[in-house]
C-alpha cells in the first residue's frame, strides 16, 4: 500500500504559470493549455497534488518523471501527479496540461480561486504568471495587470509573486471602464 501526502513539503522556490485560455462566461465554459514551471525546496519522491475545477477534463498531461496521474470525479478536484523519480532541490519540475469544461452550473463574472480554474498547489505559492485569455466579442477583463489584444485576447501577467490569480470578466458596453 502507497501512502500519498499531497503537501508535505516545504514551498518551492520559485513557480510560474505560462496559461493560454478561452472562456464563454455566459455558459461557464473554459478551454485551457498550461505549463507549471517550479522549481522544488527539497527532495521528494512519492507525488504532487493540485486542486483543479471537477468539471474539466483532462486531454492531455505531460511531466518529466511522471509514472501516472489521477484525477475524475471521486477525487473530487484533486489532480494527483506520481513522480517516478526523485526530485531534488533546485530541479526545475515542468508540468504541461490540457483541459476543458465546464466550470459551474450557470454563467460566470469571475475566474477565481472558487472555480479552481488552473492548477493550484498551496506549496506553490506566490507565483508568478503570464495569461492569454480569449473572451467572446461582448466580454473584457477587469484586472490590474492587464493589457488589450486583439480578436478578444487579453494578456495578464505578474513578474511579481502573487498569492492568487482572480480575474473579473465584464461585458463591454458604453459604459466599460476596460483598457
Known amino acids: 500500500m502507497v501512502l500519498v501526502s499531497c503537501n508535505p ?83 526545475d519540475l515542468n508540468i504541461s496540461l490540457s483541459y476543458s469544461g465546464r466550470l459551474s452550473p450557470g454563467g460566470i463574472s469571475r475566474l477565481d480561486s472558487n472555480l479552481m480554474w488552473f492548477p493550484v498547489n498551496n506549496d506553490t505559492r506566490p507565483f508568478t504568471y503570464h495569461a492569454k485569455v480569449a473572451l467572446p466579442g461582448k466580454w473584457g477583463i477587469s484586472h490590474p495587470r492587464t493589457s488589450r489584444g486583439e480578436h478578444g485576447k487579453w494578456l495578464l501577467q505578474s513578474l511579481e509573486p502573487q498569492q492568487s490569480f482572480d480575474i473579473s470578466l465584464t461585458p463591454l458596453g458604453s459604459n466599460s471602464r476596460i483598457p
Open 9 to 91: 513539503y516545504d514551498q518551492y522556490l520559485n513557480t510560474h504559470y505560462y496559461i493560454q485560455a478561452e472562456v464563454v462566461p455566459d455558459s461557464a465554459w473554459l478551454s485551457a493549455n498550461v505549463q507549471i514551471v517550479f522549481v522544488a525546496g527539497q527532495e521528494y519522491r512519492d507525488s504532487i497534488c493540485f486542486d483543479l475545477n471537477p468539471g474539466v477534463e483532462i486531454h492531455s498531461l505531460a511531466a518529466q518523471e511522471l509514472e501516472h496521474y489521477r484525477f475524475g470525479e471521486y477525487q473530487s478536484g484533486r489532480l494527483v501527479l506520481y513522480i517516478e523519480d526523485p526530485v531534488h532541490p533546485n530541479d
